[in-house]
């Protein structure tokens, strides 16, 4: 007789398949997700909180630093990875 | 006409359809051309669907502010997927795109199934036709859609940016067509990585504009800073190349001393 699965993992699995098919349609590349995220997080850090707004005229300079070393980051992985 | 935004939406829709006809030609061939061709219109239509509803709803709904910055980090990760994947090919890490060996691998499928040229709709042959066409083009439908709908200033601009994309699209979609249509065979002779280095380019450089603008950021010389952007990605990108086709020749030459130590040894 076939085993029933826990609710939660019978529910979970088309869910995580449309996030992963989402992730992958958008990204596909975990360092360039965490990467970005990471950035975005910094920028609003500098934005919204009153006593790092002193740095907010870099937020422009750090995205694009942030931009090229996640293109950096990525693809030196992929080289090891190889 | 925002020439920009239809520039950029007509290289990635090219580089898109051009893989998308590949699969066109091969149920086309191998099944017969009303299906393969009922798929292809009606995945066209379903995207244009697409662009019509989500577009519309963008440009209604979502202040101007907001869409910059969430299409910009959007664009940020499409366009560095995008130019990871050129560099990549560029510098020899990864095989170019091959459309010979894809239309051949479908079509040993196809034949590997049964299927024969018959004259009568063949849902398998449209099935297959509507998907590559829908799947390939959703990523075009994405990026009309945020690209046309940012690159305004006014929220009056906004149907008009996507407008341009969208004319841009479908302007790489017939020549896609056309030239399939003259030629015959998988359209290998279309530079699909350059495009794509191209379509990278422009999406991050965009994407890190109007990101940044979403968080405040002024740039210096306002728009003409978009050209500094891509320029310095541009650079960096070069730059990237010559060190991975360096990387490469190293680890191709350590793997031929491994290979020759094992040889001495046996």
């Known amino acids: 007789m076939c085993k029933k699965l826990p609710f939660t993992r019978r529910n979970r699995r088309p869910w995580l398949k449309v996030i992963k098919a989402i992730y992958n349609f958008i990204v596909g590349d975990m360092v360039i997700l965490v990467g970005v995220i990471i950035t975005m997080a910094i920028l609003a850090l500098l934005n919204y909180v009153p006593g790092l707004t002193t740095l907010k005229v870099a937020s422009g300079v750090i995205l694009v630093i942030a931009v090229l070393v996640i293109l950096l980051t990525t693809l030196s992985r992929e080289t090891r990875a190889k | 006409m925002q020439w920009a935004v239809a520039s950029a939406a007509f290289l990635a829709s090219a580089v898109e359809f051009v893989e998308a006809f590949t699969i066109v030609l091969v149920v086309g061939v191998t099944m017969n051309w009303r299906s393969s061709l009922a798929g292809a219109f009606a995945a066209a239509a379903t995207l ?33 997927k995008w130019l990871k994947k050129s560099i990549l090919r560029y510098s020899g890490v990864k095989a170019l795109h091959d459309e010979e060996a894809i239309y051949e691998e479908h ?160």
């Open chain 2, 48 to 80: 244009a669907l697409i662009i019509a509803t989500l577009g519309v709803a963008l440009v209604e709904f979502v202040p101007l502010d907001a869409l910059r910055l969430a299409v910009g980090i959007i664009l940020v990760l499409f366009g560095l």
């Open chain 2, 107 to 266: 079509l040993a499928e196809i034949r590997a199934r049964g299927e024969k040229p018959e004259a009568r709709f063949m849902p398998f042959g449209v099935a297959l036709s509507y998907k590559a066409v829908l799947l390939e083009g959703l990523e075009v439908a994405f990026i009309v859609i945020t690209f046309g709908s940012s690159v305004a200033k006014t929220a009056a601009e906004k149907s008009i940016g996507i407008e341009s994309a969208a004319i841009g699209a479908a302007i790489a979609g017939v020549l896609v067509i056309l030239l399939g249509a003259a030629v015959r065979a998988p359209l290998t002779k279309v530079p699909e990585n350059t495009l794509k280095f191209v379509v990278g380019i422009m999406l991050t450089t965009f994407g890190t504009f109007w990101a940044g603008e979403g968080f405040g950021v002024n740039w210096p010389y306002s728009d003409v800073f978009i050209l500094v952007l891509a320029v310095l990605y541009l650079l960096a990108s070069f730059v990237l190349v010559l060190w991975l086709k360096q990387v490469k020749q190293r680890q191709e030459l350590q793997a031929d001393v491994q290979k020759a130590a094992v040889h001495a040894q046996k």
